[in-house]
């Protein structure tokens, strides 16, 4: 994953995905805002306390740097469902929703997160896109297999076709977790084995980045497709919004793509 400046504003990419000229995506950071605090400084999302003009300048500002209509930048009112809806107008009820996939030009569908997992897919061929939301309870409920079973209904997309980016999110070092989160990683991954490290008295540290690129592989997607970003959110909270050592105080940033 590489950092750059798109018109002026900080925002990373995935160096597989660009080798696209087709679609164009993006990771923003806390870098280029008005929000202030813990939740500065560009806070995407109104659910966190932060001003509603703020947020409206922040998604303006981002929009303006990608280049498209702010109403064309679609959020999804995120839940950590598996819930997946494809756009086609712009106009779908996104309630209840944790990932979205579009083959229409100009969408720029995103994702937030501040320690969740953000996937984007792109599939070449049959030229649609994907972003996923997935947090513990995602990764649980596989809403990463629920999506590339969408793409494949609804647009044809084959699975080994596909390119994947797992995005700035709690890494494993960090991530200790409880006996009620171990069970269920345990009972969706025949026995979490490799995923929950250092188990002792009832704890463990997670590691999300190995159980989404698990599922990615499990759908049938290359493993040379797939680039981790290998970035935590933790560890770099001076860059990335992180939930947990803010102690739920932090903004969101977001994980998006659009064809162009």
């Known amino acids: 994953m590489i950092k750059t400046l798109v018109q002026n504003l900080p925002l990373y990419q995935f160096e ?17 805002g008005k929000s202030e605090g813990d939740i500065g400084a560009l806070n995407l999302s109104f659910k966190v306390g932060d001003r509603d003009e703020n947020v409206i300048s922040n998604r303006e500002a981002l929009a303006k740097a990608i280049s498209v209509d702010p109403s064309t930048l679609i959020f999804p009112l995120q839940t950590h469902s598996s819930n997946v809806v494809s756009i086609y107008t712009g106009n779908e009820n996104l309630e209840d929703t944790d990932a979205l996939i579009t083959g229409k030009k100009g969408i720029c569908i995103s994702v937030m997160s501040a320690d969740c997992v953000p996937v984007l897919l792109f599939d070449p061929k049959q030229k649609v896109v994907a972003a996923i939301h997935s947090g513990w309870r995602g990764t649980v409920s596989k809403i990463v297999l629920r999506t590339i079973e969408a793409m494949q209904k609804n647009f044809g997309s084959q699975p080994k076709d596909m390119i994947a980016g797992i995005g700035p999110s709690i890494c494993a070092e960090v991530y200790e977790v409880g006996e009620e989160v171990i069970a269920e990683f345990e009972n969706a991954f025949s026995a979490g084995e490799g995923l929950v490290l250092n188990k ?13 690129r698990r599922l990615l592989t499990e759908a049938g997607v290359e493993k040379k497709n797939i680039e981790v970003s290998g970035i935590c959110t933790y560890q770099n909270s001076e860059n990335f919004f992180s939930a947990r050592k803010s102690k739920n105080k932090a903004g969101r940033f977001a994980a998006g793509i659009m064809l162009r």
């Open 200 to 212: 002792k008295n009832g704890k463990g540290y997670l590691d999300l980045w190995e159980a989404n």
């Open 16 to 32: 597989s995905i660009n080798r696209y000229g087709e679609v164009f995506h993006y990771v923003s950071s806390r870098e280029g």
